[in-house]
């Protein structure tokens, strides 16, 4: 079984500051993508990323998938109230429908 | 855009009761998934299908039962729920996976917006 392993589970900063979300993984992936869920609602995909060493800007919101395809880092500059969420990590490749591994998810709070 | 819609976002119920989750997709996707979602377990994989009256166990499908009769609905079943069934539970589509070694298939994942069950 495919293990996605998301770093650090919970962090809470204040509206400004700067943050990097981890998702590793011993497995490589065909691609790898990033969810945001906020409460009470389903997870919305913000990127897909599929070439080693790929980086992909969102606004404020910065994806690196690594070079081995291993892992991933999703980089949040000048966070805001807005930025509040659980962020999930879901890793393509490992067999089924569509294969799908899901990290456990960060969860994010960005205090004003 | 897509619209994947469930038909409830709260839904209590007693232990024993038979319950129906419904889930409808507008996109013509022909994967379906459904997943509860735990904290502290993430989501967790109960039942897929791709395509029609085909259906596939996920990581966790004890307990549970669906139904694919048409390629817009999947529908989820609790034969006879349990206080343990108590859970966020999360409906997704995608297109067909179809992929090739150039060009993989992404297989993003389109969400409902969940239903919150609770079983007493």
């Known amino acids: 079984t495919q293990l996605l392993e998301q770093s650090p589970q919970f962090l809470s900063i204040q509206e400004g500051e700067n943050l990097t979300v981890y998702c590793n993984s011993s497995s490589v992936f065909s691609s790898l993508q990033w969810y945001r869920q906020e409460p009470g609602e389903g997870p919305v995909l913000l990127v897909t990323?599929?070439?080693?060493?790929e980086v992909k800007k969102l606004k404020r919101l910065t994806f690196q998938f690594g070079d081995a395809r291993k892992d991933s880092s999703l980089h949040i500059t000048a966070a805001q109230p807005g930025d509040t969420g659980l962020y999930l990590c879901a890793g393509a490749g490992g067999g089924g429908a569509d294969g799908l591994t899901f990290g456990k998810g960060t969860h994010l709070i960005i205090q004003p | 855009d897509v619209k994947v819609t469930q038909s409830s976002r709260y839904l209590v119920k007693r232990t024993g009761e038979k319950v129906f989750l419904e889930c409808v997709q507008d996109m013509d996707h022909e994967n379906m998934f459904w997943y509860r979602q735990d904290p502290g377990l993430g989501l967790r994989l109960i039942y897929f299908?791709?395509?029609?009256?085909?259906?596939e166990k996920g990581d966790i499908p004890e307990g549970y039962s669906v139904s694919r009769e048409k390629k817009e609905r999947f529908s989820l079943i609790l034969e006879s729920a349990s206080t343990n069934q108590t859970s966020m539970y999360l409906c997704a589509s995608s297109l067909s996976r179809g992929g090739t070694s150039e060009i993989p298939s992404y297989n993003e994942q389109f969400f409902g917006p969940g239903t919150r069950l609770t079983v007493l």
């Open positions: 299908s791709y395509d029609v009256k085909m259906k």
């Open positions: 990323v599929v070439t080693g060493g």
